[in-house]
Protein backbone atom coordinates (compact mmCIF):
# COMPACT_ATOMS: atom_id res chain seq x y z
CA UNK A 1 0.00 0.00 0.00
CA UNK A 2 2.19 3.05 -1.48
CA UNK A 3 2.70 5.57 1.43
CA UNK A 4 3.00 8.73 -1.22
CA UNK A 5 1.47 7.87 -4.58
CA UNK A 6 1.89 10.40 -7.21
CA UNK A 7 0.23 10.44 -11.08
CA UNK A 8 1.14 10.15 -13.80
CA UNK A 9 4.83 8.66 -13.38
CA UNK A 10 6.08 9.99 -16.96
CA UNK A 11 4.10 12.79 -18.76
CA UNK A 12 5.64 14.17 -22.23
CA UNK A 13 3.58 16.89 -23.56
CA UNK A 14 4.31 19.57 -25.87
CA UNK A 15 5.09 23.34 -25.05
CA UNK A 16 2.46 25.78 -24.61
CA UNK A 17 0.09 22.82 -22.72
CA UNK A 18 -1.29 22.89 -19.04
CA UNK A 19 -1.10 19.85 -17.12
CA UNK A 20 -1.48 18.61 -13.51
CA UNK A 21 0.47 15.84 -11.63
CA UNK A 22 -1.45 14.24 -8.59
CA UNK A 23 -0.25 13.50 -5.09
CA UNK A 24 -1.75 12.30 -2.44
CA UNK A 25 -0.55 10.72 1.03
CA UNK A 26 -2.06 7.91 3.15
CA UNK A 27 0.32 8.85 6.24
CA UNK A 28 -1.92 10.96 8.19
CA UNK A 29 0.64 13.26 7.73
CA UNK A 30 0.07 17.39 8.05
CA UNK A 31 2.66 18.66 5.87
CA UNK A 32 2.84 18.07 1.99
CA UNK A 33 5.90 19.25 -0.77
CA UNK A 34 6.68 19.42 -4.52
CA UNK A 35 9.91 19.34 -5.17
CA UNK A 36 11.44 19.65 -7.92
CA UNK A 37 14.99 17.63 -9.10
CA UNK A 38 16.70 19.52 -12.26
CA UNK A 39 19.17 19.03 -14.64
CA UNK A 40 21.90 19.88 -12.19
CA UNK A 41 20.55 16.90 -10.25
CA UNK A 42 19.46 19.32 -7.28
CA UNK A 43 16.20 18.59 -5.42
CA UNK A 44 14.96 22.31 -5.21
CA UNK A 45 11.73 22.76 -2.77
CA UNK A 46 9.08 24.90 -4.44
CA UNK A 47 5.65 24.45 -2.12
CA UNK A 48 4.89 23.15 1.34
CA UNK A 49 1.56 23.11 2.48
CA UNK A 50 0.22 22.54 5.82
CA UNK A 51 -3.12 21.43 6.58
CA UNK A 52 -4.12 22.46 3.23
CA UNK A 53 -2.94 26.15 4.16
CA UNK A 54 0.56 27.21 1.80
CA UNK A 55 3.67 27.99 4.40
CA UNK A 56 6.41 27.86 1.78
CA UNK A 57 6.78 29.30 -1.37
CA UNK A 58 9.89 29.61 -3.31
CA UNK A 59 10.52 31.17 -6.47
CA UNK A 60 8.80 29.89 -8.66
CA UNK A 61 6.74 31.01 -11.86
CA UNK A 62 3.01 32.13 -11.19
CA UNK A 63 2.31 28.89 -14.28
CA UNK A 64 3.09 26.59 -11.29
CA UNK A 65 -0.12 26.56 -8.84
CA UNK A 66 -0.18 24.26 -6.26
CA UNK A 67 -3.60 22.89 -5.03
CA UNK A 68 -4.51 21.13 -1.60
CA UNK A 69 -8.17 19.96 -1.59
CA UNK A 70 -7.53 18.26 1.68
CA UNK A 71 -4.22 17.93 3.56
CA UNK A 72 -3.81 14.60 2.21
CA UNK A 73 -3.67 15.91 -1.41
CA UNK A 74 -1.64 18.35 -2.96
CA UNK A 75 -1.54 18.70 -7.01
CA UNK A 76 0.20 20.85 -8.84
CA UNK A 77 -1.14 22.27 -11.79
CA UNK A 78 1.45 24.00 -14.61
CA UNK A 79 0.17 25.88 -17.13
CA UNK A 80 1.85 26.95 -20.71
CA UNK A 81 4.41 24.83 -20.37
CA UNK A 82 8.01 25.56 -21.20
CA UNK A 83 10.66 23.45 -22.11
CA UNK A 84 12.74 23.97 -18.70
CA UNK A 85 10.07 22.75 -16.90
CA UNK A 86 11.34 19.51 -17.66
CA UNK A 87 12.60 17.90 -14.85
CA UNK A 88 12.05 14.69 -12.04
CA UNK A 89 8.78 16.38 -9.57
CA UNK A 90 8.83 14.52 -6.55
CA UNK A 91 5.57 14.83 -4.08
CA UNK A 92 6.45 14.13 -0.27
CA UNK A 93 4.52 14.42 3.16
CA UNK A 94 5.99 14.70 6.82
CA UNK A 95 4.28 15.05 10.51
CA UNK A 96 6.00 18.44 11.48
CA UNK A 97 9.29 19.26 10.05
CA UNK A 98 11.26 15.81 9.51
CA UNK A 99 10.76 12.33 9.20
CA UNK A 100 10.15 12.89 5.25
CA UNK A 101 8.50 10.31 2.76
CA UNK A 102 8.63 11.12 -0.90
CA UNK A 103 6.84 9.34 -3.55
CA UNK A 104 8.62 8.13 -6.62
CA UNK A 105 8.72 11.05 -8.79
CA UNK A 106 6.91 12.05 -11.90
CA UNK A 107 9.44 12.55 -14.95
CA UNK A 108 7.78 15.58 -16.83
CA UNK A 109 9.35 15.68 -20.70
CA UNK A 110 8.33 18.87 -22.91
CA UNK A 111 9.31 18.94 -26.30
CA UNK B 1 23.57 29.74 -4.76
CA UNK B 2 23.46 26.20 -3.86
CA UNK B 3 24.04 26.11 0.26
CA UNK B 4 24.59 22.02 0.46
CA UNK B 5 27.05 20.85 -2.06
CA UNK B 6 27.73 17.43 -2.84
CA UNK B 7 31.02 17.95 -4.81
CA UNK B 8 31.43 14.28 -5.90
CA UNK B 9 29.11 13.02 -8.15
CA UNK B 10 30.18 9.78 -8.42
CA UNK B 11 32.27 7.08 -5.70
CA UNK B 12 32.91 3.57 -6.95
CA UNK B 13 34.09 1.32 -3.49
CA UNK B 14 34.68 -2.64 -3.42
CA UNK B 15 32.71 -4.52 -1.45
CA UNK B 16 33.55 -5.19 2.43
CA UNK B 17 35.65 -1.57 2.19
CA UNK B 18 34.17 1.80 3.39
CA UNK B 19 31.83 4.20 1.72
CA UNK B 20 32.71 7.65 2.85
CA UNK B 21 30.14 10.06 1.18
CA UNK B 22 30.76 13.86 1.49
CA UNK B 23 28.84 17.03 1.73
CA UNK B 24 29.24 20.42 2.50
CA UNK B 25 27.29 23.53 3.79
CA UNK B 26 27.00 27.28 3.70
CA UNK B 27 24.36 28.06 6.38
CA UNK B 28 25.27 27.95 10.62
CA UNK B 29 21.62 28.30 11.22
CA UNK B 30 20.74 24.54 9.89
CA UNK B 31 19.74 22.82 13.15
CA UNK B 32 19.51 19.08 11.19
CA UNK B 33 21.18 16.97 8.85
CA UNK B 34 19.66 13.88 7.03
CA UNK B 35 20.92 11.52 4.49
CA UNK B 36 18.73 10.01 1.77
CA UNK B 37 19.00 6.99 -0.47
CA UNK B 38 17.53 6.78 -4.21
CA UNK B 39 17.62 4.01 -6.39
CA UNK B 40 16.10 4.46 -9.83
CA UNK B 41 12.89 5.51 -10.48
CA UNK B 42 12.25 5.63 -7.08
CA UNK B 43 11.98 8.40 -4.50
CA UNK B 44 14.61 9.38 -1.62
CA UNK B 45 14.36 7.20 1.21
CA UNK B 46 15.57 8.39 4.39
CA UNK B 47 18.82 6.71 5.96
CA UNK B 48 20.26 8.97 9.29
CA UNK B 49 20.39 12.06 10.73
CA UNK B 50 21.89 13.95 12.82
CA UNK B 51 21.22 16.87 15.24
CA UNK B 52 23.79 20.18 14.88
CA UNK B 53 24.46 19.47 18.81
CA UNK B 54 25.80 16.15 18.27
CA UNK B 55 29.29 15.09 16.45
CA UNK B 56 28.26 11.74 15.28
CA UNK B 57 24.93 9.13 14.96
CA UNK B 58 25.10 5.70 14.39
CA UNK B 59 22.83 3.22 13.31
CA UNK B 60 24.12 -0.43 12.16
CA UNK B 61 26.73 0.18 9.41
CA UNK B 62 25.93 4.17 8.74
CA UNK B 63 27.54 6.29 10.53
CA UNK B 64 26.97 9.94 9.84
CA UNK B 65 29.82 12.52 11.37
CA UNK B 66 29.44 16.30 11.45
CA UNK B 67 32.27 19.00 11.68
CA UNK B 68 30.38 22.09 12.68
CA UNK B 69 33.43 24.28 12.39
CA UNK B 70 34.01 22.59 8.98
CA UNK B 71 30.65 23.26 8.14
CA UNK B 72 31.04 19.70 6.62
CA UNK B 73 28.98 16.50 6.59
CA UNK B 74 30.12 12.85 5.87
CA UNK B 75 28.59 9.48 5.58
CA UNK B 76 30.24 6.47 6.21
CA UNK B 77 28.98 3.03 5.34
CA UNK B 78 31.03 0.16 6.65
CA UNK B 79 31.10 -2.27 5.23
CA UNK B 80 29.69 -1.48 2.06
CA UNK B 81 27.80 -3.79 0.28
CA UNK B 82 26.40 -4.19 -3.66
CA UNK B 83 23.13 -3.26 -1.99
CA UNK B 84 24.14 0.30 -1.22
CA UNK B 85 24.07 0.91 -4.67
CA UNK B 86 22.46 4.43 -4.97
CA UNK B 87 22.35 7.68 -5.34
CA UNK B 88 22.79 9.56 -1.70
CA UNK B 89 21.46 12.45 -1.11
CA UNK B 90 22.93 14.89 2.13
CA UNK B 91 19.58 17.48 2.86
CA UNK B 92 19.87 19.91 5.89
CA UNK B 93 17.07 21.60 7.32
CA UNK B 94 15.99 24.79 7.91
CA UNK B 95 12.79 26.95 8.64
CA UNK B 96 10.74 23.65 8.05
CA UNK B 97 12.01 23.08 4.60
CA UNK B 98 14.66 20.45 3.60
CA UNK B 99 17.47 21.92 1.46
CA UNK B 100 19.52 19.40 -0.38
CA UNK B 101 22.98 18.78 -2.24
CA UNK B 102 22.77 17.08 -5.73
CA UNK B 103 23.48 13.38 -4.67
CA UNK B 104 26.39 11.53 -5.05
CA UNK B 105 26.28 8.12 -7.01
CA UNK B 106 27.90 5.24 -5.26
CA UNK B 107 28.61 1.68 -6.86
CA UNK B 108 29.44 -0.91 -4.70
CA UNK B 109 31.41 -3.61 -6.65
CA UNK B 110 31.21 -7.56 -5.87
Known amino acids: DTAVSQTPKYLVTQMGNDKSIKCEQN?????MYWYKQDSKKFLKIMFS???????INETVPNRFSPKSPDKAHLNLHINSLELGDSAVYFC??????????FGSGTRLTVV | DQQVKQNSPSLSVQEGRISILNCDYT??????FLWYKKYPAEGPTFLIS?????DKNEDGRFTVFLNKSAKHLSLHIVPSQPGDSAVYFC?????????FGQGTELSVKP
Open chain 1, 27 to 31: LGHDT
Open chain 1, 92 to 101: ASSLGNLGYT
Open chain 2, 27 to 32: NSMFDY
Open chain 2, 91 to 99: AASQGGKLI
Open chain 2, 50 to 54: ISSIK
Open chain 1, 49 to 55: YNNKELI
